[in-house]
């Protein structure tokens, strides 16, 4: 199994044996729109609903998180678990995740509600750090649409060369690769069929940069 939604649906489909409608009634959720984006990876369980799952399964967590090493759970049973539970709470955190096109212009960001939560190495976590959904395919085939983006909204001073999430007037907040020269910026997407944006230097406001990107997490 490839996929985190893959192995997912295994536990639901062949090992419980239950509908999405079910699944989501055993874990909690009102909304059974939530068990089908898990399982197409449009959002990740946090920590506490990954464990739920892989008890519910009678499975390895490490097996639900990697897809590496056997299946069932060791002999040890909840105990194995709550051990491989405890190491993975030690090396990750679970932080929540927004959509771009609600997320808001710079003082109000993020804006809206949490689309769902993304669990990642906390070395890569830093106060400030923000979680977006991306859509589109302008900045592809480094950000791919449907990626998850880490944005460090203290991360604000321009490194020509560098991701940034800035907002512009009349696109919101974009994901763009921004160029610095002593007369302008050039906001300039990955994806050469996409037009760039050129701003003098005099035009560059407070509310344009609204953070680094510091990192990505997506499906290849």
Do not use: H
Not at 75 to 97: K, N, P
Not at 178 to 194: A, Q
């Amino acid at each position: 199994m490839s996929t985190l939604g893959e192995r997912i649906k295994l536990i639901r489909d062949e090992l419980l044996k239950i509908n999405q409608s079910s699944f989501a009634d055993r874990l909690g959720f009102s909304r059974v729109a939530t068990i089908s984006d898990y399982e197409k990876n449009k959002r990740n369980p946090d920590i506490s609903t990954l464990c739920k799952i892989a008890d519910m399964g009678s499975v390895s967590l490490d097996w639900l998180l990697t897809g590496k090493g056997p299946i069932e759970e060791s002999s040890a049973g909840s105990d194995a678990r709550e051990a491989e539970w405890s190491l993975y709470c030690e090396e990750y955190i679970t932080i929540e995740t927004y959509d771009i096109k609600d997320s808001g212009a710079p003082g109000e960001f993020p804006k809206g509600r949490p689309v769902g939560a993304i669990s990642i190495p906390k070395k890569d976590f830093k106060n400030g750090t923000v979680a977006i959904k991306v859509e589109g395919e302008s900045m592809s085939p480094n950000i791919v649409d449907g990626a998850t983006i880490g944005i460090n909204t203290k991360e604000c001073g321009l490194i020509s060369g560098k991701l940034y999430a800035v907002w512009l007037n009349y696109e919101g907040v974009t994901i763009k690769r921004v160029f610095v020269y002593p007369d302008r910026i050039i906001l300039k997407p990955d994806n050469p069929t996409f037009p760039e944006t050129t701003i003098p230097s005099q035009n560059i406001g407070e509310n344009l940069i609204i953070g680094r990107v510091v990192w990505v997490y997506q499906r290849y």
